[in-house]
Each structure stands twice: as structure tokens, then as C-alpha cells.
């Protein structure tokens, strides 16, 4: 989980509880506890199946790194306008998501903070609401509470 940086991961989530060591204690550890029943460590070698529902998924789910900031941040842009989410269940667009947000962790932000040369564990998100349509929301709302949870 801390990719080699278990200082800036510490600080991470003592940054998300306002400095207050008992509930970033609590917080780490119920993130440990829901990666083991999750079973997130080995995520990134389930594949959605068939081949054809991982496809539709990832199509209606439009994300991508489209770069680095000055600081060597990763952009990572989400079509959410164009982004239609009902090729599948949302449990499929969760596991897309988590996977993901996994990829993005183990692989992006280590490419990053080599070809920078400081740690990068963080990101720019850009939300291109292009063509967003009113009946979209409630998927939207989906995606966007799990993203913002995760």
C-alpha cells in the first residue's frame, strides 16, 4: 500500500483526519481491514469477464492519463459527460474503478516520482463535462461517491 513510502503514506491519512493520531490510526486501519476482505492486493489479476463486459465497461468509462503537471503531478481526465456507465452493473464499474485507482497507484505514481525524481502520490483529476445529459446523474453520482471515497 505505501509503495515504498511509508512516511508520506502516514502522513496521508493524518492529512485526511486533521492531524488527530487516533482516527488516522482508526482510518489506516480500516483500509487495511477492507483491502483484506476485498482482497485488493490481487485486483489488478481478476479481469472483468468475459473479454466483452471488461471491453463495454472500460468504454463507457471514459479515463485516462493525458499527462504531467509543471509539478510532475499525473493528469488523469474523465469523460463524464460522455460517459454512458450502464454496459454493466455497478459492481462492475467498482471493480473498473478500484482497478483503476490501483494502476494509477502501483505504476503511475512510481513512473512519476522516477522520472521526476520526488515522491508523487498524489494527482490532478479534470472532469470534462462535455454532453453531460440530466439522466446521467444518478450514474454520475455512483461513480463520483465511490471515486471520492476511494
Known amino acids: 500500500m505505501h509503495q515504498g513510502y511509508p512516511t508520506e503514506t502516514l502522513i496521508r491519512f493524518l492529512k485526511a483526519r486533521d492531524w488527530n493520531v487516533q482516527k488516522a490510526h482508526k482510518m489506516l486501519v480500516e483500509c487495511l481491514q477492507w483491502r483484506i476482505q476485498n482482497d485488493i492486493d490481487n485486483i489488478l489479476a481478476k479481469p472483468i469477464i468475459p473479454t466483452d463486459l471488461y471491453r463495454a465497461v472500460r468504454d463507457s468509462q471514459l479515463v485516462g492519463l493525458s499527462g504531467y503537471s509543471k509539478e510532475g503531478l499525473p493528469i488523469i481526465a474523465f469523460g463524464v459527460g460522455l460517459s454512458t456507465y450502464d454496459k454493466a452493473s455497478v459492481n462492475y464499474y467498482v471493480q473498473s474503478h478500484i482497478q483503476m485507482n490501483e494502476y494509477r497507484d502501483r505504476v503511475v505514481f512510481p513512473a512519476a516520482t522516477k522520472k521526476y525524481g520526488k515522491y ?13 445529459k440530466l439522466s446521467a446523474l444518478n450514474q454520475i453520482n455512483v461513480s463520483l461517491t465511490w471515486h471520492i471515497s476511494i
Request: proline letters at 0%.
Open 120 to 132: 508523487i502520490g498524489t494527482c490532478l483529476k479534470v472532469l470534462d463535462m462535455t454532453g453531460l
